[in-house]
């Protein structure tokens, strides 16, 4: 009998090939530590816990195989939160990592974590220590709602609202609820639209902050700030997410490709890029930004989206491919 189990589990083993193909593994080892600790750069000393959240997060939204990573920095974060349920940013003296700046902003931050957390439901109710942490997190984002505007603040100290960062809450609401088309997620995205979209303008301001209506706009925050709907799918565009897509690209892809030889190398952008199906876009960043993969450069994000890129069949652009 054990003969014909084994000769049956061949013939549907020959038969399902693609079922049993293995997910690409994502590798950090040149951010990660053994201690379970994720770096901003592989040349530095620094964590900030959202570009690890949010690294972790795309890789496994893409079929990467995170495993190696994600229980042992959930393990190491959890640890390290405070008791108001926020988190800080991290240093590295020697061996040991210690609280050395503030939260770039608390909003974004909790809601990365709280979705990431919320991917992984089995090891959730069987940790207490994970569900201590997601309790403590929701706590912690609801005491930065803005009720009168209905949008989150960045910070029990920093008092005003910013576009981007409700976004990223909105993504972990929608994403706890199920489904855009609840009411509560709609109720907060037009939140959003009423909060941030300049008609004037015909642009999504960066911030509550009154002087947004009159700076002038660089390319981060405010260039940026016009895509990032996209990264999330939010909805309340002034058009059609593919023709926004291309306006944006049109106005601002040659100056998007030269910021990684002075800034960083916005790979998020690359993956919206993907998303659009803009593919020539995507693999003229890999042509782009590789080169400075080592370097100050280059984020732990940008890693993962390249991962990502490349997982998926796309390699740099050709030296003769106009990418400006």
């Known amino acids: 009998m054990r003969r014909w189990r ?11 090939p693609v079922a049993l193909t293995a997910a690409p593994v994502l590798d950090l080892r ?16 620094v964590i900030d816990p959202y570009f ?17 990573y994600a229980s042992k920095w959930i393990d190491w974060l959890t640890i390290r939160q405070r008791l108001d349920g926020s988190f800080a940013r991290f240093c590295r003296t020697g ?8 939260a770039d902003a ?13 991917t992984m439901p089995g090891q959730l109710d069987i940790q207490p220590g994970w569900r201590k942490s997601h309790n403590a997190a929701s706590k912690a984002l609801e005491t930065l709602l803005d009720k009168k505007r209905g949008v989150y ?30 009411q509560s997620a709609r109720k907060f995205s037009q939140a959003i639209h009423n909060t941030f979209w300049d008609a004037q303008s015909r642009r999504f301001l960066v911030s509550t902050q009154p002087e947004q209506k009159t700076v002038t706009p660089a390319f981060y925050p405010d260039h940026v700030a016009q895509i990032f709907p996209l990264l999330v799918n939010f909805p309340l565009l002034p058009n059609d997410s593919g023709n926004y897509y291309r306006t944006w690209m049109k106005q ?29 876009s995507a693999q003229c960043w890999l042509r782009e930004a590789l080169p400075y993969q080592r370097t100050g450069h280059w984020t732990v994000t940008d890693e993962v989206v390249a991962q990502i890129l490349q997982s998926k069949g796309l390699k740099s652009a050709a030296a003769n491919t106009a990418c400006n």
């Open 6 to 16: 084994n000769a049956a589990l061949t013939l549907l083993l020959l038969a399902f």
């Open 30 to 45: 040149a951010f990660a530590d053994d201690s379970g600790a994720i770096m901003i750069l592989e040349t530095g000393n």
């Open 52 to 68: 690890t959240l949010q690294a972790l997060l795309l890789a496994q939204e893409n079929g990467l195989d995170i495993s190696a």
């Open 95 to 102: 061996p040991i990592w210690l609280d050395c700046r503030e």
């Open 106 to 118: 608390d909003d974004a931050l909790l809601a990365i974590w709280l979705k990431f957390l919320d």
């Open 153 to 182: 603040l960045v910070s029990p100290t920093f008092q005003h609202g910013l576009f981007m960062d409700n976004l990223e809450v909105w993504s972990y609401q929608t994403a706890r609820v199920g489904q855009t088309a609840n």
């Open 252 to 280: 601002h892809r040659a100056l998007w490709l030269k910021q990684v030889s002075n800034d960083y190398a916005w790979g998020l952008i690359a993956y919206i890029a993907m998303k659009q199906n803009d593919k020539t």
